[in-house]
């Protein structure tokens, strides 16, 4: 084995230990690394329970309701699979919709609602003119629905 | 195979003088694709049907975040040649590139938390796709630091290598972060299986700003390398003659 090669062995090794290390390392620690629990974890109970979480999924059409007169609102998160009923009072970014995605961080009570305190919207990766939205809107007849103010 | 050609770069002379006659190919055509694309994103192109006009920030986002990666390639590849066939040339380009591909994560992270406040509701959020990007600037941080540790610059070039290497397991991770784990960030609207998920009007401008940006990058590592070739050969004698004439 020439100099040469044993130093291309050398960098190979190192790529793949280390590949191997941090595929190890992030399985371990995959509830740490992942940004958010869906719906059916949650109602599994694979959430840490009593503590502070963030919940991810879609909001449920026609689920948002509101408080008169107050910031307060309720809406259902789901995965298509299972729901979540969500409570939050606050400002909700200007993405927010129903049928889109949503992640809220709060706590689990124990009869089942999720109480937010922060809300942050998961827009999708699909970009399109408005005008192509509406034809698409008109053909599929179903409506993507209005923001939530 | 003939392999004379990769055997000229390793000549410091020879790029040197290469690179001074390839810089102005690499960097006209970046310029002109650059704001040919930007007007074309940033006034051509359609709104989107949800995010407005605020998407277009993805022209300036999009492309930072994918040179971000692809300078860090290249950057590794390099570092793994210079450490294989001890080939001190290549060590010049891995260090050369590390300066470009730091502020192009910086663009990309700065982008990303402007673009983030308006759309998500958060500046910054601790995030597999954000977080793995932020450790790639780390990682370009810590090599540039690395290297100005050692006095040597050999001993430099092999230690910057391995670290270089070593962090060449992020790049695969910062791009599948989005798909692995339940992630904030949206999925890859152009990487993707499939047709884009947007329409001509607003992808062509895109592409034509992710070339521009590459050239942009062939385009400065170019002089970068000069700049590098000059001085670590700074007591040859080719460079006194090279200066003179």
């Known amino acids: ?149 | 195979m003939r392999w004379t050609w990769f055997h000229r770069l390793a000549s410091p002379p020879y790029l040197y003088a290469l690179a001074a006659r390839l810089t102005p190919w690499f960097a006209w055509p970046a310029a002109l694709l650059i704001l040919g694309g930007l007007y074309a994103g940033l006034v051509l192109a359609p709104p989107d049907y949800q995010q407005g006009e605020g998407f277009r920030i993805i022209y300036v986002h999009v492309p930072s975040a994918w040179m971000s990666l692809m300078v860090y390639v290249t950057m590794g590849v390099a570092a793994a040649v210079g450490l294989i066939w001890r080939m001190k040339i290549a060590h010049a380009v891995a260090a050369s590139c590390a300066p470009i591909g730091a502020s192009f994560t910086v663009v990309a992270l700065v982008t990303g938390a402007l673009y983030g406040k308006p759309m998500w509701g958060t500046w910054w959020e601790w995030d597999p796709r954000l977080t793995s990007e932020l450790i790639l600037l780390f990682l370009y941080l810590g090599f540039m630091g690395l290297r100005a540790g050692f006095d040597d610059t050999q001993r430099a070039d092999r230690s910057g290598a391995l670290l270089a290497i070593v962090g060449m397991v992020n790049v695969p991770i910062i791009h599948y972060s989005v798909i692995w784990w339940n992630s904030l960030h949206q999925a890859p609207s152009v990487m993707r299986f499939g047709k884009p998920a947007m329409p001509p009007a607003m992808l062509v401008p895109l592409l034509v700003l992710l070339l521009g940006f590459t050239l942009f990058f062939a385009a400065v590592l170019l002089v970068r390398v000069r700049a590098e070739i000059l001085q670590r050969e700074r007591a040859t004698r080719w460079i006194g003659e090279t200066l003179r004439a």
């Open chain 1, 1 to 149: 084995m020439t100099p040469r090669q044993r130093r291309l062995g050398l960098v190979i090794g190192i790529v793949v230990g280390v590949s191997i290390a941090g595929a190890l390392a992030l399985s371990a620690f995959r509830n740490n690394v992942t940004f958010f629990f869906d719906p059916s974890q949650v109602v599994a109970g694979q959430v840490p329970a009593g503590e502070r979480f963030r919940l991810g999924g879609m909001v449920t059409k026609g689920s948002v309701q509101r408080a008169p007169g107050s910031l307060e609102l309720h809406f259902v998160v789901t995965d298509f699979a299972h729901d979540v009923p969500v409570s939050y009072s606050g400002v909700l970014p200007d993405l927010f919709r129903e049928g889109a995605g949503v992640v809220a961080q709060g706590r689990l009570r124990s009869d089942g609602t999720f109480v937010a305190d922060e809300v942050l919207a998961k827009h999708d990766e699909k970009y399109m003119p408005p005008a192509v939205a509406k034809s698409l809107k008109r053909r599929h007849g179903e409506a993507r629905s209005e923001p939530g103010s």
